[in-house]
């Protein structure tokens, strides 16, 4: 099981950087993808990046151009790093494991406990 763990959380002025990480032991090996959603105090959660197998990555639009999602397969970590942060990016992050290759898709497929983001205007 790649379970994954988030880190770098915390508050910030708006306009700030943040830079969020998501170990997750195995998910290179694995061949799992990470994604990041958030979920804002109403509970309401949204798909926030992708960084896939093939190394390709997506991004929701509100955050295009200030987030950047990376990896470091030497520490099996995925990073999100988050500038020109705005109070409307207040949300628990979480990180989450996907696909995995074949004979594997079971070790992914997880979320973690979640990392708090607060923007303070």
């Known amino acids: 099981v790649v379970q994954p763990v988030e880190s770098g959380g915390g508050l910030v002025q708006s306009g700030g950087s943040l830079r969020l990480s998501c170990t997750a032991p195995?998910?290179?090996?694995?061949?799992?993808?990470v994604d990041w959603s958030r979920q804002d105090v109403g509970g309401q959660r949204e798909w926030v990046s992708s960084?896939?197998?093939?190394?390709?990555?997506g991004y929701t639009d509100s955050v295009k151009g200030r987030f950047t999602i990376s990896k470091d397969k030497a520490k099996d970590t995925v990073y999100l790093q988050m500038n020109k942060l705005t109070p409307e990016d207040t949300a628990m992050y979480f990180c989450k494991t996907f696909g995995g290759s074949p004979g594997r898709a079971g070790e992914c497929g997880y979320w973690g406990q979640g990392t708090q983001v607060t923007v303070s205007s």
């Open positions: 960084l896939r197998t093939d190394g390709t990555t």
């Open positions: 195995g998910f290179t090996s694995n061949g799992c993808g």
